[in-house]
């Protein structure tokens, strides 16, 4: 059983930057696809960032290219997806997901229910 542990949410003003991580349990994060997805109030679960761990290949979604930065540390287990240049915007709940494949960044664009395994979620809030 994949178990997936976020930490790092927390509140900033725009323009700030946070660091989330995603620690991992039960399986390797070494050749598997990690990635990021959020939901803010009202709005449907997107996905922001992935990478998978065996190449490196990082994906993002138009909305976060350029701010966000995926690196992993397979010694720790773990992946880290840190957001600079915070929008009010990027307020939402932040998941993080693991996945057999990234399927090219596909992922992105999938349904949730597609993805079996999530964190339990960590909160970014960003104020104007």
């Known amino acids: 059983q994949v178990q997936l542990v976020e930490s790092g949410g927390g509140s900033v003003q725009a323009g700030g930057s946070l660091r989330l991580s995603c620690a991992a349990s039960?399986?390797?994060?070494?050749?598997?696809?990690m990635a990021w997805f959020r939901q803010a109030p009202g709005k449907e679960r997107e996905g922001v960032a992935a990478i998978f761990t065996g190449s490196g290949s990082t994906f993002y979604s138009d909305s976060v290219k350029g701010r966000f930065t995926l690196s992993q540390d397979n010694a720790k287990n773990t992946v880290y997806l840190q957001m600079n240049s915070l929008k009010p915007e990027d307020t939402a709940m932040y998941y993080c997901v693991a996945q057999g494949s990234c399927y090219g960044g596909v992922i992105l664009s999938l349904s949730p229910a597609a993805l079996r395994y999530w964190g339990q979620g960590t909160q970014v809030t960003v104020s104007s």
């Open positions: 039960g399986a390797t994060v070494s050749s598997n696809c």
